[in-house]
């Protein structure tokens, strides 16, 4: 008997071979985020599917392990989480194989790049560079490293999920909701779809105020040299900034140039 993958990259693993207490304990780690930096174990439970004493249970020995701190029944996550991250950072090709690529475009252009891979419903930024400019306001919480965006409302999001084989895709449809988060988003299987056939063939995303008003973002594929799409490189700009037009026309040739220079080191 085999356990399926939570994500199509991943092959399923054997019943046997299944730690289900491990996997307890990181569902209730992954379960903190900009939406809840707080919970108790009534929360964690419900954002898990455990039972809330079991909920209790993995919040109390994270907090004996150093993960998390507590105050009035409140869980919250300390330093420590870091070390997860920190240690991908420092040994992922990737992240360090396109930041100098990142950097250049942010000082060329003086807008916010990314790099950024699908992890379930999100695209989670692995790599980013930005040129500060305090009247500018991108994203409600910044696009830190480590930020997770829906993948069916963002650029890098639908260049991702159209380079999945049909099956996977079909699968990804099946299991994740598509949430309206602003009157533009797209939330239904069908038009996601359409629009993810139009991605696939002219091998570029532009999505305009669908994650966010006012903001549009614009991304093309990262592949290596078997052709296959490892990231997506992503450029964000507010409309004060530019506007879709302007994106296409100015910033498109340099994302797809930067990723043709990148494909033999990927």
């Not at 000082?107 to 916010?112: E, I, N, R, Y």
Request: with cysteine; hydrophobic share 45%.
């Amino acid at each position: 008997m085999t356990i399926p993958s939570s994500t199509p990259s991943q092959p399923p693993i054997a019943h046997a071979d299944f730690i289900a207490g491990l996997a307890k304990g990181l569902a209730v780690l992954e379960s903190f985020d900009t939406e809840r930096q707080r919970l108790n174990a009534t929360l964690a439970a419900q954002r898990t599917g455990l039972t809330r004493a079991a909920a209790r249970r993995h919040l109390l020995t994270l907090q004996h392990l150093g993960y998390l701190e507590s105050e009035g029944g409140y869980f919250w996550l300390t330093p420590k989480a870091l070390r997860f991250s920190g240690a991908y950072l420092a040994s992922a090709r990737l992240p360090r194989i396109v930041q100098p690529l990142l950097h250049r475009l942010a000082a060329q252009t003086g807008l916010s790049y990314t790099c950024g891979l699908l992890d379930g419903d999100a695209v989670v930024v692995i790599a980013r560079s930005a040129v500060h400019d305090k009247s500018e306001r991108l994203m409600p919480h910044g696009l830190h490293l480590g930020t997770r965006v829906p993948a069916h409302a963002t650029s890098t999001g639908r260049v991702l999920l159209a380079a999945l084989e049909p099956a996977a895709l079909s699968a990804w449809l099946t299991q994740h909701d598509l949430p309206q988060l602003t009157a533009h988003t797209i939330t239904q299987a069908a038009a996601l779809e359409q629009v993810l056939a139009q991605v696939r063939q002219q091998d570029y995303c532009l999505a305009s105020q669908e994650h966010e008003l006012s903001i549009h973002a614009l991304a093309v594929p990262l592949r290596n040299m078997q052709g296959v799409t490892v990231a997506a490189l992503n450029v964000v700009a507010s409309g004060q900034q530019s506007q879709p037009d302007g994106l296409l026309r100015s910033i498109l040739p340099l994302l797809q140039e930067g990723a043709r220079v990148l494909r033999p080191q990927l």
